[in-house]
């Protein structure tokens, strides 16, 4: 079974652009969850997507926006990048509707804004 | 609002040394506590867990013990190995079933031979 996949691996944009990271989790999983990893911050929850739906979303500016599809591939984008948004964007997928203990966590993308 | 302490490290040991990352977490009502693991160039990955008090989470190892009273989480493994290095994440959500983890800072092990 494919585990949760993330594109691209790597990405580099400068400040002012936009960017659009893409999730596919797990087949089967209907929840979608990002988080932002830097090392001063550490792991933030950004939001969570359920069939379509956002049902929960973190402290973050409207800059950040998300989109989950009908197939449960998700979309997330940030626009008019900041310096401060270079991060490790992690994506993780559940099925079993038991909460995080069955959370399946992609490799990332990793977003270097200079 | 909900937040999550650990020891950041970094934390250097021999092998088959004693392992204790320290854990506190701040939350009102019933929190749910999960350790994460996070080997170079992967994801994270789940270790263990504990959804209610006195609960023991355990895993490769691995134990913690929800403390309620003392709002703690500690990590402990008895003899760690040189595969053990990795960066450990104490986090919790609000309740059970909820997906919105909140994170310590993570600390980085390292364990050699």
């Known amino acids: 079974k494919a585990g949760v996949t993330q594109t691209p691996r790597y990405l580099i944009k400068t400040r002012g652009q936009q960017v659009t990271l893409s999730c596919s989790p797990i087949?089967?999983?209907?929840?979608v969850s990002w988080y932002q990893q830097t090392p001063g911050q550490g792991l933030q929850f950004l939001f969570e997507y359920f069939s379509e739906t956002q049902r929960n979303k973190g402290n973050f500016p409207g800059r950040f926006s998300g989109r989950q599809f009908s197939n449960s591939r998700s979309e997330m984008n940030v626009s008019t990048l900041e310096l401060g948004d270079s991060a490790l964007y992690l994506c993780?997928?559940?099925?079993?509707?038991?909460?995080?203990?069955?959370?399946?966590f992609g490799s990332g993308t990793q977003l270097s804004v200079l | 609002g909900n937040s999550v302490t650990q020891m950041e490290g970094p934390v250097t040991l021999s092998e088959e040394a004693f392992l204790t990352i320290n854990c506190t977490y701040t939350?009102?009502?019933?929190?749910?506590l999960f350790w994460y693991v996070q080997y170079p160039g992967e994801g994270l990955q789940l270790l263990l867990k504990a959804t209610k008090a006195d609960d023991k989470g355990s895993n490769k190892g691995f134990e913690a013990t929800y403390r309620k009273e003392t709002t703690s989480f500690h990590l402990e493994k008895g003899s760690v190995q040189v595969s053990d290095s990795a960066v450990y994440f104490c986090?919790?959500?609000?309740?059970?079933?909820?997906?919105?983890?909140?994170f310590g800072k993570g600390t980085k092990l390292s364990v050699i031979p």
């Open positions: 939350a009102t009502g019933y929190p749910s």
């Open positions: 993780a997928s559940s099925g079993g509707g038991q909460g995080a203990e069955r959370l399946f």
């Open positions: 087949s089967g999983h209907r929840s």
């Open positions: 986090a919790l959500t609000p309740w059970a079933g909820s997906y919105q983890l909140t």
